[in-house]
């Protein structure tokens, strides 16, 4: 049955009011200047219909191909044709929506004025999308207009500047600005993953786009390179490469400066996570074959011991509200994970279920622990309520399931299997549903994935 | 068909790969016994991506001529020292273990100039993280068993490379036996 939902409106005056957003083409492709000086502000902002439950109904939008002028070039068309693929997948991908098939409009002119709004509800699509392409120079202009199919408003409009090659990052911007309207929730179409991949006998760090396009390869050291994490800000990546003979962290920038944060005598050191506001990183390090954790202050260049035990400490991961960190230890014999505040106090074991819990992951909300545990022979992904310990199972497929990690709005978790035979990477709604394989040419491992 | 120990063909002559160095006699004593138990096979595939593994040593050449000084590539070329197993999630040392430790440090202690990188290595059933722990608590192990046995502390370093770095990429027990392991690197 179809929602009943009462969409925003803007006033009349905001048929106007179009977000300013330009794509520069230098070499720092999502750089974004202001809107003009004294220009209206950006749309959004006026949500009444938040949808953010799992289980609702998605809303269903019509996004027919966008409207060409009859100037446009080879080039142009495939650039809008990619932007339209881009919103529609990033659109299905966010799970809130369900984009409607091309066969229900075939009929509705796309140029006609007024548009009529009678037909378009009857597709049952809430809302529309219209977007139109026109060249500007050497570049492309999308102009994107939301309407509400019932209200027969716009209630969102978009016009973004760029240069062909940017058309994904065009098409995941106004994706976000639809999700964000719709949910009062920021989208993740924007976001990255970082992992690593097999190059010869050895392992390098990846990042590539969420939805596993525009790859690159940001390590070439040939020496072993592991446990990629994004700083919070998405501009830097923590890792573990053994390219001065042990083990040790660097962050590599967006810029492509690589540094050594080794703290002194950390020299066999794994597992790095930023802290929220990105100053600190905890670590585990081991010391005559025993692992702690460290929590490694960037600005100061002091680390600072917080966990004291016998067993193995590892796979720390910090909260989102900076003041907990969870881990895995096996102190009590067999690896489960503990949760204890970011100084090291308070400790508590939040797994009891099976033999092997490792590898947490805390949800953006905080309210969920993603981890990987041992069940019949072979690793699944679990997640556990954080309040009550009571843990769900995602995957259950053939094969290892390990490293989960959160998208930026709790929805998905990215994570590593092995069920088609080699390690790759995949992505799945937060209940386990919708499980996709994010190919790539050669085995990958350990993903993160960016706020 | 099993592969005599390369301890056992270096019992009398240690051999340099002819063809890179000439040849140079050595007398270093061969271990007294084998261990008991016999341990896993040896992996056959050489620890370090970058050392291929040498070729099966050519008779030796009647005379040595030039000596020049053996390197550790060279030792590590050999496998002068064992690779010592471990049980699934174990870092205690089994029976064959300390065997093979003890032919081990046996030779550390009459070739007092070298140093030993012991490296940590576990197989796939374990999370890669918890891994890179387990391997550091195996190739401390053998550390401290070196130590035990007189062997300068500060002779023995240690790293781990959990389960990034398998000698049999299978998935069977067999596999696996052979993946849980700590390896012998010499150093200058």
Not at chain 1, 61 to 78: E, K, M, T, V, Y
Not at chain 1, 139 to 165: C, H, N, P, V, W
Not at chain 1, 353 to 377: L, M, T
Request: with cysteine; net charge neutral.
């Amino acid at each position: 049955m179809p929602q009943t939902r009462r969409l925003s409106f803007l006033p009349e005056a905001a048929l106007y009011v179009l977000g300013m957003l330009f794509l520069a083409p230098s070499s720092s492709p999502l750089a974004q200047t202001p809107p003009p000086p004294g220009g209206p502000p950006a749309g959004g902002g006026q949500i009444t219909g938040v949808i953010s439950a799992p289980g609702l109904t998605r809303l269903a939008l019509a996004i027919p191909p966008f409207r060409l002028s009859a100037l446009a070039s080879a080039a142009l068309r495939d650039a809008s044709d990619e932007i339209h693929q881009t919103i529609l997948s990033d659109l299905e991908f966010s799970g809130y929506f369900d984009v409607i098939p091309a066969d229900r409009y075939a009929g509705i002119p796309l140029d006609a004025t007024p548009i009529p709004f009678q037909r378009w509800a009857a597709t049952n699509a809430i809302a529309l999308l219209l977007g139109t392409v026109a060249p500007e120079g050497e570049r492309l202009a999308l102009e994107g207009l939301l309407f509400d199919t019932r209200g027969e408003q716009l209630i969102l409009g978009k016009r973004y500047r760029g240069e062909t090659s940017v058309a994904r990052q065009v098409g995941h911007r106004l994706a976000n600005e639809i999700v964000l309207h719709f949910t009062g929730r920021q989208g993740i179409a924007l976001s990255r993953l970082t992992f690593e991949g097999r190059v010869g006998k050895t392992k390098e760090i990846f990042v590539m786009d969420y939805d596993g396009r525009g790859m690159r390869q940001v390590t070439r050291n040939g020496s072993l390179n592991v446990s990629s994490a994004f700083s919070p800000d998405g501009t830097k990546v923590a890792f573990v490469s053994y390219k001065a003979g042990t083990p040790h962290l660097y962050v590599l920038s967006q810029e492509g400066t690589m540094a050594d944060i080794t703290p002194a005598g950390a020299d066999l050191s794994a597992a790095p996570d930023w802290s929220p506001d990105g100053g600190s990183i905890v670590f585990s390090s081991a010391k005559n074959g025993d692992s702690e954790l460290y929590v490694h202050n960037l600005a100061t260049g002091k680390s600072q011991q917080i966990t004291f035990s016998p067993a193995s400490e590892t796979s720390p991961c910090w909260s989102p509200n900076g003041r907990q960190i969870a881990f895995t230890s096996d102190r009590t014999g067999r690896p489960q994970i503990y949760l204890m505040d970011a100084e090291g106090a308070n400790v508590r074991r939040l797994t009891f279920e099976g033999s092997y819990n490792d590898e947490p992951s805390w949800s953006p909300q905080g309210d969920r622990i993603a981890y990987a545990g041992w069940v019949d022979d072979h690793f699944d992904i679990f997640v556990a309520d954080v309040a009550t310990g009571v843990a769900q199972r995602l995957t259950d497929a053939a094969g290892y399931n390990e490293n989960p990690r959160w998208s930026a709005d709790g929805r998905h978790i990215v994570f590593t299997s092995n069920r088609v035979g080699i390690y790759q990477i995949y992505t799945m709604d937060d209940n386990g549903n919708r499980p996709a394989r994010l190919a790539t040419p050669f085995e990958a491992w350990g993903p993160d994935w960016s706020r | 068909m099993k592969q005599p120990r390369s301890l056992v063909l270096i019992a009398g002559l240690l051999l340099l790969a002819p063809v890179i160095l000439g040849s140079v006699g050595c007398k270093k004593k061969p271990p007294a016994e084998q261990p008991a138990a016999a341990p896993p096979a040896q992996p056959v595939t050489a620890p370090k991506p970058i050392v291929e593994p040498p070729p099966p040593p050519p008779p030796p050449p009647p005379k040595p001529v030039a000596s020049k000084p053996i390197t550790a590539a060279d030792l590590n070329m050999q496998k002068i020292l064992r690779t010592v197993y471990f049980d699934y999630n174990k870092y205690d040392l089994r029976d064959d273990t300390r065997a093979g430790l003890s032919v081990n440090s046996e030779w550390l202690k009459a070739n007092s100039k070298w140093r030993v990188l012991i490296e940590g290595h576990c197989d796939d059933r374990g999370t890669n993280e918890y891994n890179m722990a387990l391997g550091d608590k195996r190739a401390n192990a053998v550390r401290q068993y070196l130590i035990t046995a007189g062997i300068d502390a500060s002779r023995v370093r240690t790293i781990s490379y959990g389960e990034e770095r398998p000698v049999d990429p299978g998935h069977s027990e067999d596999a696996w036996a052979k993946n849980r392991r700590a390896e012998f690197v010499i150093e200058d």
